[in-house]
Nanobody
Framework: QVQLVESGGGLVQAGGSLRLSCVAS????????MGWFRQAPGKEREVVAA????????YYPDSVKGRFTISRDNAKDTVYLQMNSLKPEDTAVYYC?????????????????WGQGTQVTVSS
């Protein structure tokens, strides 16, 4: 069983930055790809970043490309999401997820384990 625990959410003004962290336990973290997703009220869950097992390959949708950066530290079993130039439309609950795959995945159905989520609120 895998446990994922996110932290780092909060309230920030538009244009500000936040860094989310997600610590994994229960499996060999470095053998799996990771992703960050978000879900706003009344909207579907969407991917905002994904990273392969080594950190050498990443994916971003156009909505966050150039503003968000995903990274991982396999020695610490941790994946990060650096979010810069935040906008009010980035407001959502952010989830980290683990996929039993070496390569990254962009679809939520490909992920096997999920964290509990952390709230990010961007004020205008």
């Amino acid at each position: 069983q895998v446990q994922l625990v996110e932290s780092g959410g909060g309230l920030v003004q538009a244009g500000g930055s936040l860094r989310l962290s997600c610590v994994a336990s229960g499996r060999t973290f470095s053998s799996y790809s990771m992703g960050w997703f978000r879900q706003a009220p009344g909207k579907e869950r969407e991917v905002v970043a994904a990273i392969n097992w080594s950190g050498g390959s990443t994916y971003y949708p156009d909505s966050v490309k150039g503003r968000f950066t995903i990274s991982r530290d396999n020695a610490k079993d941790t994946v990060y999401l650096q979010m810069n130039s935040l906008k009010p439309e980035d407001t959502a609950v952010y989830y980290c997820a683990l996929a039993r795959s070496l390569s990254y995945r962009s679809g939520s159905s490909s992920y096997d384990y999920w964290g509990q989520g952390t709230q990010v609120t961007v004020s205008s």
